[in-house]
């Protein structure tokens, strides 16, 4: 079996009222519990906003530290979650179920190495 990294990004800006996060996480929770019973989980988090990121950077024997993300945007990773799957189909699978619950967020899904 493959581990697959299921990416979720989203816009910058304000995140959903209490009430429409709430039905969003409800419905993300079924799908994982599915994944969990197909025995295709291998964990998930979500991550705070991206202006708590700090990126470290080394270039010519310097590091650099800097606050924010490391890439101005539109949108960030705002959480993803782990599978294993036995092909890319089967992780397809999984990412489809993830999107239509947070539609219109993509997914982005990716071969770990090894």
């Known amino acids: ?18 009430d429409v996060l709430a039905k969003v996480m409800s419905e993300l ?14 964990f998930a988090a979500g991550l705070h906003a991206p202006e708590t990121a700090t990126v470290v950077k080394a270039t010519g024997g310097d590091v650099l530290v800097t606050d924010g993300p490391y890439v101005e945007g539109k949108e960030h990773l705002g959480g993803f979650t782990v599978i294993e ?26 071969p770990f190495q090894g």
């Open 85 to 110: 799957a036995a092909d890319l189909d089967a992780a397809l699978h999984w990412a489809r179920k993830v999107a239509a619950v947070l539609e219109p967020l993509a997914i982005e899904v990716r």
């Open 1 to 18: 079996m493959t581990q697959y990294l299921l990416s979720i990004y989203q816009p910058d800006g304000p995140v959903p009222e209490p």
């Open 29 to 42: 929770e079924a799908v994982n519990e599915e994944i969990r019973a197909a025995g295709a989980w291998v």
